[in-house]
C-alpha cells in the first residue's frame, strides 16, 4: 500500500513537470547591458568639385573704370616732336565680346600744344596753337588665366575724332588732328600697356577663392543632437584656359579634397590656404562624393520594428507565442533586441546580430542573428524549442525595418545645398545627385547612424567682382 502510494505520487510528479514543460512559464533571459564605443567615426574621401569662376562683362567694366581713370597719358616736352599732349579718360570704357575676345570703346578728350611753321632763307618761323578735342580709341583684347589673375594683350584697332579743326600753313588748309597723328599713335600704346595693368591688377582671384574655400573647409555640425559634423580640405586645385563667351569672362578650376564625416568630435581634416598650389590641367573631374549621416533613434528602430510584429502570433505545434513589446539598443557593435513575449512563454528573450543594409530593399536587417540565453539558467534550457524552432525562424524574419524616409530625407538635404546654395556672398554651390548607398552602420549611446555614401556633380561658381 506504502509503495503503490509513493508510485502515484511519483507519477504525479512526472506529470506536473511535464505538464509545466508545455505550458506558459515565466522565465527571464540574460539581459545584456547596454555598451557603445566611444571612437570616432571617420569615413574621408577623396571628391573633385568644379569651380566655375564667372565675371560678367558688367563686373569687369566696372572693376576697369575703377583702376584706370584720370590722366592716361602725359608729354610735357615741345622741343623733341613739336608737340605736347596730355590725355584724359572722358567717359566710361565700355565692354562687349566679340569672336572670343573683349572689345572696347574708350572716349577720351586730349589736350594738344602743337608748334608748326617752316623755314625760309634760314629763318625758321613758328607758331603754337592748343587744341582740345575729343576721341574715341577701340580697342581689342585676348584673355588668358596664370597666376591666379586674368591677363590681357590689349591691341588699339581703330581711333575717331569727334571733330578735325584746322590750321592755314603757307596758304593751305591742315587739319589739326593730321599735326598731332604721330603722337596718337605713341600715346595709343601706352593706353593699351595701361590697360592690361590695370586688368591684372584688378582681376586677381586669389583672395575670392581661398575665402571662399577657407570659409566652406570650417568644420560644420550638420546634426546637433547627434554630434554629427561634416569637413572639407582643400588639397589640389587645377584650372584650364579663360574663355570669353555670352558676355562673360570664365576659367573651371577642378578642386581635389577630402569630404569627411565624423561622429562625437569634429573632423580631422585641416585647411592651410597658403599651402594650396594651382596647377594647369587639360581636363578637370566633377564627380563629388561624401558621406551623410542617415540617424534613426532606438525608439524609432524599435517602432518600425514593432510594426512588423503587430497583430502577429507565432505558432510551432501546440506552442504560440506573441510579441508584445520591442526595445532596442547597441553593445559591442552589435544590437540587442528585446522582445517581451506572451502565450506559451510569458517574459523577455533577447536577440543580437549585427545591422546591415538591403539595398534592394532599402531595409536595415540583422546578420549572424541569434538569441542571448544564460546556458546556465535551467529555465532557459526549457525554452530551447524558442530559441532553435521553427518560431525562431519566423521572429527573425521579422526583425528589419525601412530606412527608405531616411534615404529620402538625406536626398532631399544634399538637393539642398546643390541648388544654389549661397555660403558667402558671390559664390554659389550648384550640382545634380546620382546615387545613395548607406554604406557603415554605427551604434551610439542614443541613435542608429546609418554613414550613406552621396555621389554626384556640383559647381561652385564665384560671381560678383566688389
Known sequence: MIKLFGKIITATTVTILFFSCSTTQKIEALKPTPSYTTDIVYE???SYFNLPVEITMTDLQGQINKYFNGLVYEDNVLEDDNMMVKVWKQGPIILNERFGKIDMVLPLKIWAKVRYGFEQFGVKLYDTKELNLNGTIKLTSAVTFKNWHFSTVTEITGFDWAESPSVVIAG?????????NPAVNLFKKQIAQNIDNGIERSMDIKPYVLNALDFMSKPTEVNKDYHVWLGLQPLELYTNQAVVANKKVSITMGLKAYLETSINAQPSVKFDKTKLLLQGAEKLPADFGVTIAGIVTYANASALMQANFNGKRFESGSRSITVEKIDIWGKDGKMIIQLGMTGSINGNFY?????KYDAVKKEMYLDELDFVLDSKNKLLKLGDWLAHGTIAAKLK???KYSIADQLALGEKNVKTYLSGYEPVKGVKVTGTLTSLAPQKI????????????ARGKVAIAIDGMQ
Open 172 to 180: 593751305k588748309n591742315i587739319p589739326m588732328t593730321y599735326l598731332i
Open 397 to 399: 524574419e521579422n526583425c
Open 351 to 355: 536577440l543580437s546580430g549585427i545591422p
Open 442 to 453: 554605427v551604434l551610439t549611446s542614443n541613435a542608429i547612424i546609418t554613414t550613406i555614401d
Open 44 to 46: 574621408k574621401q577623396v
